[in-house]
């Protein structure tokens, strides 16, 4: 009976939310987080490559092919600690900046963008004609320019397919989102869980609706790739947490039991899905179900974050300067890593080939690993970081 009236004093909580954590400046773990979706972000392209090129490959393992899981992870972080920032400088100034959002979104995000849209669309391309290379591209430049430009990248993997600039599409879906959701907290801010909850009901519904009807291809990759109900699920979680009053450890939703359960549910997603879903229909119920698996492990990745965020009493512990340090270069892991896994594969093919299964895998991984990781890390101290200083400028 405890249990039931805790969980109702939760759920009056979201949406009539007390005081308590609100002036948080940093959260613990969620560095290592990001740096781990990062990773598996990698391994899913990693073996897709291989399997492309006729490598050995462990393409049908369920560990490696999380790239779509790991991306949905991005965006309720995102809306995790976007939605945290809109709400200290909505208390602190009593609105909200949206020009200056809009510059620290842009001093972070869009160099980086740009530089890879110029090397992977327009030099590597001629690079690749001009010693000869058999790899083609599914698109000229003339033919994505435009997409990229407008940041809508996902309309490239839609029209042509996979290819070297594959990652950029979650950040275009990112951009589209916070143009508007800046203004929403600006305006709407005493209306902010109406409009989530808005939000999450629209995408529901269309997500039902592709799954009973047969729509235009095009409209379910797009219904597929517009995930606005994750990072909106995360802002929900911000607003929630920021208003809180008494401590998370004091819910049953971060007790250790339910710790296990959650994070043994997050674990079988990532790593264990097609052999469960295979001995117990309920696991293909709880995975493979589209709105329902969607939704499911949307609010577990939310939890999570919460979870690493600010309970004390975690299972989990992931706050070592290493991750840190790692978590800092995980916009550089994602974006950089699919032309790292290409220059390996290059290069390496034939040696690769010749090799066992077991150590032409160790071999692999250890360059395209060490490289990415170089790559990343010149990219954050040498050309990221430039404009990132920049950004103080745009502070509340």
Known sequence: MQNRRVG???????CNPMADY???????GLNALRFFAAYLVVLHHAEQIRMKYGLFHLKELSLFNNGSVAVTFFFALSGFLISYLLLRESESTGTVAVRKFYMR????????YYLLVLVGALLLPALLSYIRHSYEMPYRFGDVIAYFVLFAPFMVNIRFGHHLLEPLWSIGVEEVFYI????LWKFFRRNIC???AGIFIVRILLMTGAALYEWPDTVEQLIAMLQFEAMAMGGLAAYWLYHRKAPVENSWMFSRYFQWVALTYIAAQLGAVRFLSSVWIGFEW???TPVISSSLMIMAFTWLIVNMAVNTNSVL??????FESLGDISYGIYMYHMLVIFAVILFFQKFLAGLSP??????????ITSGTLVVASLSRHLFENKFLQLKTRFRK
């Not at 109702?8 to 979201?14: D, I, P, V, W």
């Not at 512990?317 to 290493?322: A, E, G, I, M, R």
């Not at 077991?358 to 360059?367: D, K, M, R």
Request: glycine letters at 0%; aromatic letters at 22%.
């Open 8 to 14: 109702k004093a939760n759920f009056h909580y979201l």
């Open 22 to 28: 609100s002036r948080l400046n940093y959260f613990n």
């Open 105 to 112: 979104r842009i001093l972070r995000i869009w160099p980086l």
């Open 180 to 183: 508007f959701w800046a203004p």
């Open 194 to 196: 109406w409009i989530i």
């Open 286 to 288: 709880l995975f493979q």
């Open 317 to 322: 512990k992931l706050d070592h300067p290493v």
């Open 358 to 367: 077991v150590l032409s895998t160790l071999v692999f991984y250890l360059l």
